[in-house]
């Protein structure tokens, strides 16, 4: 196992904590059955995976959960404490009074006492529970982020969290919230791949010190439809150079994406 570690990363705001630079990401489309979603979890701790990304919205927290506890009871992994579980805020919770209650929620999903990274999702608030994609565009609105951050820095004062931050945020609204965080973010998650690369974000990001955590390296859902994820594995230049190199096209895609920032 210790030869196949996954380096780790030291994340700003959360007093010496260290993230995996690699994660397991737990949203699935379409969505998988809890089952199959709980089985895939433990086959990933098997494999040396200690740091999973979930969110309420992907409905994956539970079996999450179910598995972290199964691999602590077979032995798997001796404490929670080796993994690194990241969740997310939705945005039908992305109000001032509502942002502790999710987090709770959250964390009783998945058996556990406290997040290591929890981020909200997207600068965005639902007017209610959505049942359909996309959204209705009547139901959607910005975030009072001053107000939502100021609850997000309270899940870490209170231990329901180790870090906090943010996901597909502009560098116009992480300079937003820098302009009154007591606690900056420790973490932007976004799309970063070879063909949307977020250079002037990351350039934004390295100078304020904020971690840029890239999801969707393979493809996602720039210039895409939903689910189409081929375009970046089937690109003809990073299969010449994963050829070259001796590699797959994904280990060069990922190779990228740690390279870039």
């Known amino acids: 196992m210790d030869e196949n570690r996954v380096p780790e990363v030291s994340i700003a705001s959360s007093c010496g904590l260290t993230m995996p630079v690699i994660g397991m990401g737990t949203a699935t489309y379409p969505p998988a059955d809890a089952e199959t979603i709980k089985s895939a979890m433990l086959e990933a701790i098997?494999?040396?995976?200690?740091?999973?990304?979930?969110?309420?919205?992907?409905?994956?927290?539970?079996?999450?959960?179910?598995?972290?506890?199964?691999?602590?009871?077979?032995?798997?992994?001796?404490?929670?404490?080796?993994?690194?579980?990241?969740?997310?805020?939705?945005?039908?919770?992305?109000?001032?009074?509502?942002?502790?209650?999710?987090?709770?929620?959250?964390?009783?999903?998945?058996?556990?006492?406290?997040?290591?990274?929890?981020?909200i999702h997207w600068p965005l608030?639902?007017?209610?529970?959505?049942?359909?994609?996309?959204?209705?565009?009547?139901?959607?609105?910005?975030?009072?982020?001053?107000?939502?951050?100021?609850a997000m820095e309270e899940c870490q004062l209170l231990g329901l969290t180790k870090a906090i931050g943010v996901s597909n945020f502009s560098s116009k609204r992480l300079e937003d919230i820098l302009s009154f965080a007591k606690i900056p973010p420790a973490v932007n998650q976004v799309e970063m791949n070879p063909f949307w690369q977020q250079k002037e974000l990351n350039q934004l990001c390295k100078a304020k010190g904020i971690h840029v955590s890239a999801h969707?390296?393979?493809?996602?859902?720039?210039?895409?439809?939903?689910?189409?994820?081929?375009?970046?594995?089937?690109?003809?230049?990073?299969?010449?150079?994963?050829?070259?190199?001796?590699?797959?096209?994904?280990?060069?895609t990922f190779s990228l994406c740690l390279i870039n920032h």
């Not at 199964?70 to 080796?82: C, Q, V, Y």
């Not at 439809?225 to 050829?243: P, T, Y």
């Open 216 to 252: 969707s390296p393979l493809g996602g859902s720039v210039g895409a439809k939903l689910g189409d994820n081929n375009r970046i594995l089937d690109c003809d230049v990073l299969k010449e150079i994963a050829a070259a190199k001796g590699k797959t096209t994904a280990q060069v």
């Open 125 to 150: 608030k639902f007017s209610k529970e959505v049942s359909r994609f996309p959204v209705p565009k009547e139901e959607v609105f910005l975030i009072d982020t001053k107000s939502v951050w100021s």
């Open 46 to 119: 098997k494999a040396g995976y200690r740091h999973f990304d979930t969110a309420f919205v992907y409905g994956s927290e539970q079996p999450l959960g179910e598995a972290i506890a199964e691999a602590l009871n077979i032995g798997l992994i001796k404490s929670r404490d080796e993994l690194f579980i990241t969740s997310k805020l939705w945005c039908t919770f992305a109000e001032q009074d509502l942002v502790i209650p999710a987090i709770k929620m959250s964390l009783k999903n998945l058996q556990l006492e406290y997040l290591d990274l929890y981020l």
